[in-house]
């Protein structure tokens, strides 16, 4: 029997240098990206956006009770000349003791019009919802969150 020469081929590989420069290289990477994206700024975006729904949900539900009930306003709405938090009552969470504040439990009775009100994302209070809703002399309804993020003005709705 004749012998075959085997020649064993080594492929070269990576060394152990190469494999942590690259990874080096993708935790830099990595961290310019997170700096770009900047996820507090993203999150308090986000909380701005659910406040502007919530107010435009209130005002919407609002607007539709004072359709149904001939022009009449739940009662504890203020009238006022703006959402100004001095001189507003802030709205009462569906459930609570709403002592102070302005009950807006009408729209929420029996789910007719909203299932229940929407709550600022970080300033709620155990009552309060963090959200305003005043009415003008003339029947316009306005409702605010105050509590804005990144230096956004308050966020008003006016119906």
Do not use: W
Request: contains cysteine.
């Amino acid at each position: 029997m004749k012998r075959k020469n085997l020649k064993i081929k080594l492929r070269p590989g990576f060394t152990l240098l190469e494999v942590l420069l690259v990874v080096a290289i993708i935790a830099v990477l990595a961290g310019i990206v997170i700096v770009a994206l900047n996820p507090g700024k993203q999150l308090a975006d986000t909380r701005n956006s659910q406040r502007q729904s919530d107010i435009s949900t209130i005002v919407n539900a609002t607007y539709q009770y004072l359709i149904d009930h001939s022009g009449t306003l739940p009662a504890s709405i203020q009238v006022a000349t703006g959402c100004n938090t001095e001189d507003t009552q802030e709205i009462c969470k569906t459930g609570a003791t709403c002592t102070g504040l302005t009950d807006l439990s009408a729209l929420t009775t029996n789910q007719e019009y909203i299932v229940s009100m929407p709550s600022d994302p970080s300033t709620a209070t155990t009552n309060g919802t963090g959200y305003f809703i005043t009415k003008s002399g003339n029947g316009r309804i306005t409702a605010c969150a105050p509590s804005t993020e990144n230096g956004k003005p308050e966020i008003i709705v006016t119906k």
